[in-house]
């Protein structure tokens, strides 16, 4: 039971990191209908920033102060250089030219920061562990989820219920009848697109404690996020949401348990190399089931 309750936390911590990378790109996607494989690239700079702050100075807050506002102007940048350029293009253009950024920023931080990758420092107080009904969780892990669920609270406030959430609502319905009605869709998209960044670089932040930074890590994951938004819906950020709790789960309930379960079956050597690999094939076999019963996803927005 206790690995049971550790392992939905840490799926829990998969699944609200995956919805803060696929929240940005939804809404970049569902609005924008652009594709944007750099999208991991914010994950990626966010989590580099944060690690360099902490150490210089020793405080992991400072270094969030400072990647996620220095994520928003980078993608703002991007907008206006990049992606502005590419809207009414081809969805081809759109994967060329961001696959084009994905190399230019992986050097880049491999000359800025070496090949080698860095470890934040994290606080005494998430460094420890907490009991919880007798059960110790580490302290960090129940953070990131308590900082997932918050802004992901926050995001659904903001798109439900203001005048700006609305707008974006507009857009990704009808993008050409909002703009008719007035609505200043360039300025819109490129704050779309900066809080697609800065909660991308929330989720690379977040999570380099854990993993610690490396070039790269954002080109993997940002393949989950795809996944959650396909299942979800595209442009949906309730469908984001569930489906990247259910991504998060999937895979980490799948590789804690299904190398036990094989092992009854099989040896213990294919066992222990098979199993985490279905575990990730059972991501895509649960997109493709989702995509066969509803093609647009679980929880598509108003059609356009």
Same mark, same amino acid.
């Given at each position: 039971m206790i690995l049971l309750i550790n392992q939905i936390l840490n799926g829990l911590q998969l699944g609200l990191i @995956?919805?803060? @990378?696929?929240?940005?790109?939804?809404? =970049?996607?569902? &609005?924008?209908?652009?594709?944007? *494989?750099?999208?991991?690239?914010?994950y990626m700079v966010g989590a580099y920033l944060c690690a360099t702050v902490a150490i210089v100075t020793g405080s992991f807050f400072l270094g969030l102060l400072v990647a996620i506002p220095a994520a928003v102007l980078l993608g703002l940048a991007v907008e206006w250089l990049v992606a502005r350029r590419l809207y009414k293009r081809d969805h081809l253009d759109h994967?060329?030219?961001?696959?084009?950024?994905?190399?230019?920023?992986?050097?880049? =931080?491999?000359?800025?920061w070496g090949p080698e990758g860095l470890s934040v420092p994290l606080p005494v107080w998430l460094g420890g562990q907490v009991a919880l009904g007798g059960i110790a969780m580490p302290a960090y892990r129940l953070f990131v989820v308590a900082v997932g669920l918050v802004v992901a609270a @926050?995001?659904?406030? %903001? &798109? +439900? !219920? +203001? !005048?700006?959430?609305? *707008?974006?609502r507009a857009a990704a319905s009808n993008e050409p009848m909002a703009r008719a @009605?007035? %609505?200043? +869709?360039?300025?819109?998209f490129t704050l779309v697109f900066a809080t697609g960044a800065a909660l991308a670089a929330l989720a690379g932040l977040? =999570?380099? /404690?854990?993993?610690g930074t490396s070039i790269g890590m954002g080109n993997q994951i940002v393949i989950l996020a795809l996944v959650v938004i396909v299942v979800g819906g595209i442009g949906s950020i309730k469908g984001a949401f569930i489906a990247a709790l259910a991504v998060g789960l999937i895979d980490t309930?799948? !590789?804690?348990?299904l190398v036990g379960l094989m092992s009854l079956v099989f040896s /213990? +050597? =294919?066992?222990?190399?098979?199993?985490p690999a279905l575990a990730s094939i059972l991501i895509y076999l649960s997109m493709a089931f989702v995509l066969v019963l509803r093609p647009a996803g679980l929880f598509p927005p108003a059609s356009r």
């Open positions: @995956l919805f803060l @990378l696929a929240a940005g790109l939804s809404l =970049v996607f569902g &609005i924008m209908d652009f594709i944007n *494989l750099a999208h991991g690239v914010f994967v060329l030219a961001t696959f084009g950024l994905i190399l230019c920023f992986d050097t880049a =931080v491999k000359y800025l @926050l995001l659904w406030l %903001v &798109i +439900t !219920r +203001t !005048r700006a959430g609305m *707008l974006v @009605l007035g %609505v200043e +869709t360039k300025l819109l977040l =999570v380099a /404690p854990i993993t309930l799948g !590789r804690a348990y /213990p +050597t =294919v066992s222990s190399s098979a199993g």
